[in-house]
């Protein structure tokens, strides 16, 4: 089905298709007030030197307050933030901040309370662009406030998102890279429930090992999506925690944080076996030893040969075979993860 581009009803339909988030631009005026105004198109531009832009209608009544501005803040809204949305589309400018908490932003625009996160900026040039202007912004500063989810304008309506993902949100953004490549592995982590399998993903932030995502196998009668929300968390006993010491570089150094006397042994046992075995790494695989392994845990390489996430495994029957079994099948997905994540193979000893 198509239509004109001249004709404005089937041109706001067609992009209303696209769901955008909601920020209030905020800016305190040449005369000492504050301003605010509701913009539903605003984008990042460039990354170096780092710019964004907003699209303020050339019949905007705040925007010439705005213009006029030394400093102009991002508040990106919650998805509980819906009224905070309509009351600065809809309310008179002297009463949009009423009821509304706000502190300054690092360049003194207002920094609306609750928001996800926010972008100080100054103006770097406003262009006009048909009905619109096109302002862009040198960003002076930016952080995240909370993990909540965006406000999003969808089909004339506001509403929020539902993540399809298991990962863990980053509220810090401290773990964006291992969240990507999370979700890059994604397909291959998915098999694990299948096989019957409990499937716990980790990863290292600075001391401490924490959980970005679990699996866990369908319910008996029938559960669709074999998913379970976690963390990050910081693990009080980390699961396969030696995989992230045992490969990459300075492994000499690192196996000095186990503080046991055979450490470097033990690690490398892990880089020979291509995967950690739980809760203690036995010396020998006999069938004994296996009987009492309850996790197997494998490495997933990035491409400087480090360990971005870890895979672990249990919920297995403690049987020799079966054990055996699942460490061929996890090195197996570990080996296909650090491929997904372009990653270095693994170069077990």
Known sequence: MGGSPFDRHWFRQVLGQYPTGVCVVTAVTPAGARSGMVVGSFTSVS???PMVAFFPSAGSQTWPELSGASAFCVNVLAADQEPVARRFATAPAASRFDGVGARSSPAGAPLLDGVV???DC???SVQAAGDHFVVLGDVTALGIESSK??????RGGYGSFSPLSFTASDAEGVLTRQL???DLVRPVLRR???SGLRCLVTTRSGDRVVVLGRLEPPAPEGATEPTALVGPEALSQPHGAAVFDAWGPGVDD???RHHHPDAADRLALVRERGCALGPVEPPTLDDDALRAVETVTVPVLDADGDVVLAITADGFRQEPEAVREVVRMLRAYGDEATRLVRG???ARS
């Open 192 to 194: 694990l429930p299948d």
């Open 47 to 49: 990354l170096d030197p």
């Open 122 to 124: 100054t103006p770097a």
């Open 344 to 346: 270095r193979s693994l």
């Open 117 to 119: 996160a926010w972008i």
């Open 254 to 256: 690192r196996s000095a």
């Open 180 to 182: 990507r490549c999370l």
């Open 149 to 154: 989810l965006p406000l999003l304008f969808f």
